[in-house]
């Protein structure tokens, strides 16, 4: 088993998905912040430099720094804006205040730069990424497998808000799981929220014993077993105790705005339109969500329409966004379940008649 972890490096480059300077216009500019003050740069950059990257994102320029020396390059009025934020984010920070991800991002707005409109999503190819992404949990290892896993993990973690799509049994929970524990050991997120539809092929909840809570538990029975697997039955009972990791029906988020969380939403099929919306509005600053579903596998009433997949058309040009769609030849399990998901998708191609 592999545990062993990169050695982190004092040179900051953005992992995210940015929008690349046009290098006709490139202007690198150079910046040095005073006083050189360790703990204040610290504040300035953020826990793994996600402020920096914040910026980054927003202006669609590179920020290199080795110490209080920073290296902007970009278009010339988003590096000079780039230069006047981090000098009055700095100067904030040495006067005593700390700086959060709502700060930078209000910074950003009263500079006059919106958000980006049009997408920067990921759009999977093999010549997209290419490399081997390993995934390091307390008790394991987790190595994707195929290109489309190694897409979807390398999406998961260079993207806020993520959809993995597809057949059962193609490893869109386990590894959307794994990346959420990785993250929490990694202290990226405080807490890691595991959330379901109450909604089940066949089943009456209503008859189940307990409150919604306690009906919907036994159908995350899965995403216990995951988090068993890579943490330890006794770890997971005590992070569950103390809230660090928290399973709860969809019905549960409304109203709530949840930072610096790993949320992952599991069976998205089956959410409506209007639970969609709310979730996806739900997600605050410095968390990752991951919406899995199988769109074959749709158990919401007669005449309600699938949230996932008004979600895919709705947000397919969104900034930010990453699609994996996954395909039988993803399956993972017994070989027996892709033939099975290859005769059903061949059925769905023909004529529908009652049956």
Do not use: W
């Not at 003050?37 to 610290?42: F, I, K, P, V």
């Not at 807490?191 to 409150?211: Q, S």
């Not at 209007?274 to 509005?281: A, G, V």
Request: charged residues 25%; aromatic residues 6%.
């Amino acid at each position: 088993m592999d545990t062993s972890a990169s050695n982190p490096s004092h040179t900051h480059k953005a992992s995210k998905a940015v929008p690349q300077p046009n290098k006709a216009s490139n202007f690198p500019q150079q910046l040095t912040l005073e006083p050189d003050n360790a703990r204040g740069l610290a504040t300035l950059c953020g826990q793994l430099d996600r402020h920096l990257r914040q910026i980054e994102e927003r202006l669609g320029i590179e920020i290199l720094n080795r110490g209080n020396e920073f290296s902007l390059s970009g278009e010339r009025d988003q590096t000079d804006t780039a230069v006047h934020l981090l000098n009055t984010l700095y100067q904030e920070v040495m006067e005593g205040n700390e700086l959060t991800p709502e700060q930078v991002h209000l910074a950003l707005q009263a500079s006059g730069h919106a958000l980006p409109q049009q997408a920067d999503k990921t759009r999977h190819d093999d010549s997209e990424f290419s490399g081997t992404t390993l995934i390091r949990t307390k008790k394991c290892t987790v190595k994707p497998r195929g290109q489309n896993q190694q897409l979807y993990v390398h999406a998961v973690q260079t993207h806020d808000i993520n959809f993995g799509v597809g057949p059962a049994g193609t490893g869109k929970t386990y590894l959307a799981v794994a990346c959420a524990v990785e993250s929490l050991l990694k202290d990226e997120v405080e807490r890691i929220l595991l959330v379901r539809p109450a909604v089940e092929a066949g089943e009456k909840l209503g008859f189940l014993p307990g409150d919604l809570a306690q009906k919907v538990d036994p159908y995350l029975r899965p995403l216990y077993d995951a988090l068993y697997e890579m943490l330890g039955f006794e770890t997971v009972a005590k992070l569950i105790d103390r809230k660090v990791i928290e399973v709860a029906p969809l019905a549960y988020m409304r109203g709530r705005t949840l930072n610096n969380s790993f949320i992952i939403l599991d069976e998205s099929q089956n959410t409506t339109r209007e639970q969609m919306k709310m979730f996806l509005t739900r997600i605050g600053f410095g968390s990752t969500a991951v919406i899995t579903g199988d769109p074959s596998q749709i158990d919401l009433p007669r005449g309600q329409k699938s949230g996932l997949k008004h979600a895919i058309t709705v947000l397919d040009n969104v900034a930010g966004i990453s699609f994996t769609h996954f395909e039988s030849r993803d399956v993972v399990r017994h070989p027996l379940v892709q033939r099975i998901v290859e005769a059903y998708e061949a059925q769905d191609e023909q004529p529908r008649d009652e049956y």
